[in-house]
């Protein structure tokens, strides 16, 4: 079979199929394993001017994933159900103006540094650095302005094991506090395995640190069905890092067992959300699970299944830790897709990463790179239904 490669431009282009009826099309052929396609279309300017592109991946099964080059956004994700009908499962908006404005992180990565560092400062190479307080007085998720507001390069891929986009960008040294010029490169491929991979590289011309992931919100029933508390989750994790009141680490280790947070057999996200209280944060989960696997090697780390649909989500990945968020801070002041306003427990997170705060926590893994290193990370979310 034979991949298409599609390109137009077209200011509302968002339906994946007839997006680029109206439009001039070029067409460009090329050889592959998979019956695949992938589009390109305009998705709006920034405030600065700078044009966005979508693309939008479909494997053979139908399945399709649309990518933004701002903040490499997942946008939307088609899944099907027991019955073989598709339904986008993931927060968003329908448009890049939605993104453009204040939002929590919907479908981007996060980076240099996912995650928070305790009051934004942190030593390295016996230098201390300080970065952007942006969560209260800790630095989130990269800073004011972090990979998930920047526009990325992108190219097309067509790859034996599926088809998707190379998104690559350059960090200036000094880029919201951290050392180094560190270059990027994250590929989506979707494959006809219903596989939606991310593989993560970074090298750096200084010591510097790095700990990035996607901050997708899922909802397997589709957003516009309610809220995420009776899908049934298993986590493969005995431990998780507890946290003090504005969420940072403790450097305590500690068992899941007799407590809200062991999801080591499947339990439904709400049974016992009201437990699971830290300060003054909404209750609900957002934590760090210490995965049983080896965190070098692609390994399983949480499945995910919502019984209506039958849609089930498997997570693997090479990290050492994921964070579970249940979307304790949405509460319904963002109108996302549809026109949904996305109430608490709207969505639910699984942020493949490296520990939060562990730059300040040497017992953890380590998030230092070094000229001459590079940084990886492959995640996969692997789509099915029973």
Same mark, same amino acid.
């Given at each position: 079979m034979k991949n298409i490669f599609i390109t137009c431009i077209s200011a509302g282009a968002l339906m994946f199929m007839s997006g680029c009826a109206n439009q001039k099309q070029t067409t460009t052929q090329t050889k592959s394993m998979t019956q695949a396609e992938i589009q390109k279309v305009s998705f709006g300017q920034t405030g600065d001017g700078k044009s966005v592109d979508l693309y939008i991946l479909k494997n053979s099964k139908g399945m399709t994933v649309k990518i933004t080059t701002y903040?490499?956004?997942?946008?939307?994700? =088609? +899944?099907p159900d027991r019955k073989g +009908?598709?339904?986008d499962v993931v927060l968003g908006f329908d448009n890049l103006n939605g993104y453009l404005n204040v939002n929590p992180y919907f479908g981007a990565i996060v980076g240099r540094v996912a995650n928070r560092i305790a009051n934004g400062k942190f030593k390295l190479g016996g230098k201390e650095y300080t970065v952007a307080k942006n969560d209260g007085p800790n630095h989130l998720h990269g800073g004011i302005k972090g990979f998930d507001k920047v526009v990325w390069n992108a190219e097309p891929l067509h790859r034996t094991d599926g088809v998707g986009v190379r998104l690559s960008y350059l960090s200036p040294d000094g880029e919201e506090g951290y050392p180094g010029n560190l270059s990027v490169t994250v590929d989506y491929v979707l494959t006809d395995n219903n596989e939606l991979k991310i593989e993560y590289k970074a090298t750096t011309d200084k010591e510097t640190i790095v700990n990035l992931s996607n901050h997708s919100y899922f909802n397997l029933s589709g957003p516009e069905n309610g809220l995420i508390l009776d899908h049934e989750l298993l986590i493969n994790a005995n431990y998780y890092t507890p946290v003090d009141d504005t969420l940072i680490p403790t450097s305590e280790i500690k068992p899941v067992e007799g407590t809200p947070l062991d999801f080591r057999k499947p339990e439904q996200i709400g049974a016992r959300i009201e437990q699971v209280k830290v300060g003054n944060n909404p209750s609900g989960y957002d934590h760090n699970y210490v995965l049983n696997g080896s965190g070098v090697s692609l390994e399983f780390v949480a499945r995910v299944y919502e019984p209506v649909t039958g849609r089930t989500m498997d997570v693997y990945s090479t990290e050492p830790g994921v964070q579970f968020y249940s979307g304790n801070f949405l509460d319904g002041t963002i109108t996302?897709?549809?026109?949904? +306003? =996305?109430?608490?427990n709207h969505g639910?997170?699984?942020?493949?990463?490296?520990?939060?705060?562990?730059i300040n926590h040497p017992e953890f893994p380590s998030v230092v790179l070094k000229p001459g290193q590079t940084y990886t990370q492959t995640t996969i979310y692997k789509f099915s239904a029973k």
């Open positions: 903040g490499g956004r997942i946008t939307e994700l =088609y +899944a +009908a598709f339904n996302g897709k549809k026109g949904v +306003a =996305y109430k608490k639910f997170c699984l942020e493949t990463q490296h520990f939060p705060d562990s």
